[in-house]
């Protein structure tokens, strides 16, 4: 894989069934799986296994899920900063209860991480917010900023960003 032989070792998807064909195809030393966006409950039992982190938790009954299944695993709570109801995410005010649970529940949580509003002005004030979160709630990681924000992002704090597109291009999913 052309990443892997650039020095990258994060890799992520958002599709359960295409995480686990690429991490069971291509997982040597080093590399971390991560599982971003919706968690499904029904998914998590296949995910625990591939998965090096879960960057998505937006319920309770998820973390509930992944703890019961791979006590320790690392989650990233994603909170949900554009407004838009059909988003996922935790909001503001669900956000410290939902890392507290997973906490309680023996998963380690990274940090927050969250998809940004479109328009570059609201997109900054999202990554402010939850870089402001982060900082309240003791967690180091900041996974925001994606292809098309991610100059704002690494400008408001963030530690991680997701480029898949601008590096790999357009994605085909084939499963």
Not at 130 to 150: F, H, Y
Request: hydrophobic share 40%; with cysteine; aromatic share 6%.
């Amino acid at each position: 894989m052309a990443g892997y032989e650039a020095g990258l070792r994060d890799f992520g998807e958002n599709y359960a069934a295409e995480l686990q064909k690429k991490a069971t195809e291509f997982s040597p030393e080093g590399v971390r799986w991560h599982f971003l966006g919706a968690i499904q409950t029904n998914k998590v039992g296949r995910l625990v296994r591939v998965t090096s982190c879960f960057q998505g938790l937006a319920r309770v009954k998820e973390a509930e899920a992944i703890a019961s299944r791979r006590p320790g695993a690392a989650v990233m709570v994603q909170m949900e900063l554009t407004g838009l109801s059909q988003r996922n995410g935790a909001t503001q005010k669900e956000t410290p209860g939902l890392v507290a649970k997973a906490r309680e529940l023996g998963l380690e949580v990274w940090g927050l991480m969250t998809v940004a509003p479109q328009e570059p002005d609201d997109a900054r004030r999202a990554f402010r917010r939850l870089r402001e979160m982060a900082d309240d709630l003791g967690v180091p990681e900041r996974s925001m900023g994606m292809t098309d924000d991610l100059e704002i992002a690494v400008e408001e704090g963030s530690t991680m960003i997701r480029v898949g597109r601008a590096l790999f291009g357009h994605r085909e999913v084939k499963i």
